[in-house]
């Protein structure tokens, strides 16, 4: 999720919007076998198409760099937030039954803000992993957080050196904020809704995720392909983090995971990435999306 915006406003929100205005997009338009389910509240006719518009883009961009979206439909909220000062301040994945992303959006924002705004990306990253304990947190966060700049990489929305100090600039801010929530990151993160210690979450689960890639590309894979796999045999709606770090060393025919995994749950420090790293795995990416 998207921790900028306080969660209770959002609620709020919902009881008094006077129902959704409901757009069903079939497979078929999409070329994409998920039902795309998207709802409105507050956006004029022309707002609501530059959001479809919007949305399924994302979900093509997504979708091209890790694999189709793994669940037969998917429902999309889009709530209008006044006074908004970005494109999206709030967005949530609400895990039930249909599975939902909550967007809440500036209606005056053009298709260009929206797309360079990375947080739609970030949600639907979240789709490719099951909801894990909250001491494993760091995981479900640092994956969507380590894919939102890799799916602008891969769909042009940003470029090569955007990208690397875009993940600079992110492990940077982590590095700061470690000093301020210290600990070891699974009690940090088992706590982090009461500690505000998101930024050392996200970015430590970042950190993680850049490390298996880059170990998985010196053999000859990635980690976009792993999680593909992974999505389509054998996502679960819920797991315990080492649950998913064993099944994706099984589906990776590797060690990386848990071997990295045990280096990071109980770390005290922020992990150092190296600019060399970042620009491996920036390239490796940009020269498959070239081929
Ligand atoms: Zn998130």
């Given at each position: ?248 060393d099984?589906?990776?025919?590797s060690k990386i995971f848990t071997d ?32």
């Amino acid at each position: 999720m998207k921790p900028t915006a306080p969660q209770i406003p959002y609620r709020v929100l919902l009881p008094i919007a006077v129902g959704f205005i409901c757009f069903v997009i079939s497979a078929l338009e999409l070329s994409h076998a998920t039902q795309l389910d998207i709802k409105h509240s507050g956006l004029s006719k022309q707002q609501a198409k530059t959001v479809n518009l919007w949305i399924t883009q994302g979900i093509d961009a997504v979708e091209q760099t890790l694999s189709p979206i793994p669940m037969d439909s998917l429902t999309i909220e889009v709530v209008r937030k006044r006074y908004a000062r970005e494109p999206v301040p709030f967005a949530q994945v609400d895990r039930g039954s249909p599975t939902k992303v909550k967007l809440q959006v500036d209606a005056n924002a053009s298709l260009q803000e929206f797309v360079d705004d990375w947080t739609l990306y970030h949600e639907l990253s979240h789709l490719y992993l099951p909801y894990l304990d909250t001491p494993s947190f760091w995981l479900n966060e640092g994956f969507a957080t380590y894919m939102q700049y890799l799916t602008m990489l891969g769909a042009k929305v940003i470029d090569l050196s955007q990208y690397e100090a875009r993940m600079k600039d992110g492990f940077d801010r982590g590095k700061a904020r470690t000093r301020s929530h210290p600990g070891r990151l699974s009690d940090v993160s088992d706590d982090m809704w009461n500690r505000g210690a998101f930024t050392r979450v996200y970015w430590s689960g970042a950190a993680y995720f850049a490390e298996v890639d880059r170990a998985l590309i010196a053999r000859g894979t990635d980690l976009t392909h792993v999680i593909g796999q992974y999505s389509q045999c054998c996502l679960r709606q819920n797991s315990s983090g080492w649950q998913l770090v064993t099944q994706l060393d099984k589906v990776s025919r590797s060690k990386i995971f848990t071997d990295t995994y045990l280096e990071y749950y109980q770390r005290r420090d922020f992990p150092s990435i190296s600019p060399g790293t970042l620009q491996k795995i920036s390239h490796h990416y940009h020269s498959e999306t070239e081929a």
